[in-house]
């Protein structure tokens, strides 16, 4: 079930609201959290029953192991570390063959010619972030730094609908204290409003933005092995994938946010304006920020972090790049994509230390450097959009001009608009196509000042961008329940209905 559908947005949410409030009235909130545990798995089995049988013995044997773990820790830790790297390589070894079977797979039979039985394998939805989920639950047992929640606790942790699919990856002392608060189960206006808030510029992001600008993209990448596109097509398509993704995360993280929200739950921020980031580690403090917290909580400083000298310190920070990049994807793109972000970042650290050294070396402006940061970080992306090495590279080829500055096919367009005008261009392409390209286009430039000259949604709705303790910002924008931010929302809901005749899935619903 998609955020961005009707049977969600006019069926699922309001039941689930409904039924949450109604039973959030009794003195006993289990019936409340049950009913929301039962939603989720509603949510989650809408996609395949199959795999929520997965979900849930994952569930119970994590669950299970958890509590062995903190009922030994104090008198036997050496079993208690045993149990926990068990836990760790039985989640991971379960992620490894939904995820990366195929892949494996089709890279041993490339290298020895022997073929393995593994095309069948698919990939349940959200494995990724479950299993990241119930790791941290394990590693933070053994350590100390979780409590002994009930199963039914534990379960809505894992489950709870709004970060199930694609996060924000919300930790076990994050979300479960907050579903023993007796204040979440009664109806809050303020809070509704915020969520509704929050959900609707989302969902404006993905409908209006992020799915036209991407259609943008699709053609140039998914034919660059076979048509190699210009210079103008290669940026114009990484462009506007950069453009394109930047909104549909950006989207579903308000959505997440937003859905939390309207049931008195506080998740943390995920995303906040990464392309106004002066350097890669600035980037990789405002992009995805839950998923790098968790690598530098539980992979980078479990590899030992910077307390083993300079070498292992950037031999780690590579590794857990490299990890996060094969995390998004099953292919070597994505693995080049970690690489590059992990090369850039031991440039950055080692320009930093530069600096440090130099006080009088010469600093890079702030715009230059955001422009510097934009730029690699575009080209990375060049492999995170390719669905292979090859489209990457004729993608990098036109970028350079390798490749001419246009393509045949554009070159005959742009002829024929000289010659004939725009009634020579729809006679090839036809109308709608040259009017679908032209609003795309238009959407982009406006896109482009969103990303540079707007508030982020939490700065709208929140009055901050990333830090709760932080000083309120644009006061002028500021959200406020009243009748314009009402009128505001369902104009918002209405237009997105009249789009949703073509759903397409969150670009994070594949990871």
């Known amino acids: 079930m998609l955020f961005n559908s009707h049977v969600f947005i006019l069926l699922f949410l309001p039941l689930t609201l409904a039924g949450f409030f109604l039973l959030g009235r009794l003195k006993d909130m289990r019936p409340a959290r049950l009913w929301l545990l039962t939603a989720s798995l509603i949510f989650y089995g809408w996609w395949s029953l199959t795999y929520l049988g997965l979900l849930l013995g994952s569930m119970l044997a994590n ?28 989640n991971v070894g379960l992620l490894a063959w939904y995820k990366y079977a195929i892949f494996i797979t089709d890279n041993v039979a490339a290298l020895t ?7 069948g394998v698919v990939l349940p939805l959200a494995i990724s972030f479950y299993t990241f989920l119930q790791i941290a639950y394990l590693v933070d047992t053994r350590n100390g730094r979780a409590e002994h929640y009930s199963f039914l606790d534990y ?20 979300l479960i204290p907050q579903f023993q608060r007796p204040a979440i189960y009664r109806f809050q206006p303020g809070e509704v409003a915020a969520g509704i808030a929050f959900f609707a510029i989302g969902l404006v992001k993905k409908l209006v933005i992020a799915d036209p600008v991407g259609a943008l993209a699709t053609p140039v990448f998914q034919d660059a092995a076979a048509v190699p596109p210009g210079l103008l097509e290669a940026w114009l398509g990484t462009v506007a994938f950069s453009v394109g993704l930047y909104f549909d995360f950006s989207a579903y993280s308000d959505m997440a946010i937003g859905l939390a929200r309207m049931f008195g739950v506080h998740f943390p921020y995920n995303f906040n304006a990464p392309y106004k980031a002066t350097s890669i580690i600035d980037f990789w403090r405002r992009w995805h920020m839950t998923l790098s917290h968790f690598l530098r909580d539980y992979v980078y400083i479990a590899m030992g972090g910077s307390r083993c000298g300079t070498l292992r310190r950037h031999a780690n920070l590579m590794a857990t790049m490299l990890l996060g990049g094969l995390w998004h994807g099953a292919g070597w793109t994505f693995v080049i994509w970690g690489g590059l972000h992990g090369a850039y970042l031991l440039v950055n650290h080692g320009w930093r230390s530069m600096a440090r050294e130099r006080p009088g070396l010469p600093r890079l402006s702030a715009p230059v450097a955001q422009g510097l940061t934009l730029l690699v970080v575009m080209v990375a992306w060049v492999f995170f959009a390719a669905p292979d090495l090859g489209a990457a590279l004729a993608v990098l080829a036109g970028m350079t001009g390798l490749n001419g500055i246009l393509q045949p096919g554009t070159a005959t367009l742009l002829s024929a608009a000289l010659q004939g005008g725009p009634g020579a261009v729809v006679a090839i392409t036809g109308g709608m196509a040259l009017l679908t390209g032209i609003l795309s286009l238009l959407i982009l430039g ?10 982020n949604t939490q700065e709208i709705v929140d009055g901050r961008t990333a830090a709760p303790e932080e000083a309120p910002r644009w006061p002028i ?3 406020r329940p009243h009748a314009i931010s009402a ?4 104009a918002a809901f209405l237009l997105a209905l009249a789009l949703m ?11």
């Open 487 to 490: 009128c505001t929302a369902a």
């Open 155 to 174: 379960t809505l942790f894992v489950t709870f609908f709004p970060h199930l699919i694609a996060g924000p990856i919300v930790h076990h002392h994050e």
């Open 501 to 511: 005749a073509d759903v397409k899935e969150f670009v994070y619903f594949q990871f």
């Open 63 to 90: 669950y299970a192991l958890g509590r062995r773990i903190g009922a030994v820790r104090a008198s036997a830790p050496g079993q208690a570390r045993a149990l926990m790297l068990l836990g760790v390589a039985a």
């Open 113 to 119: 010619g022997l073929d393995f039985a593994a095309g």
């Open 446 to 455: 406006g896109a482009l000042l969103v990303i540079f000259l707007a508030p």
């Open 477 to 479: 924008l500021r959200f």
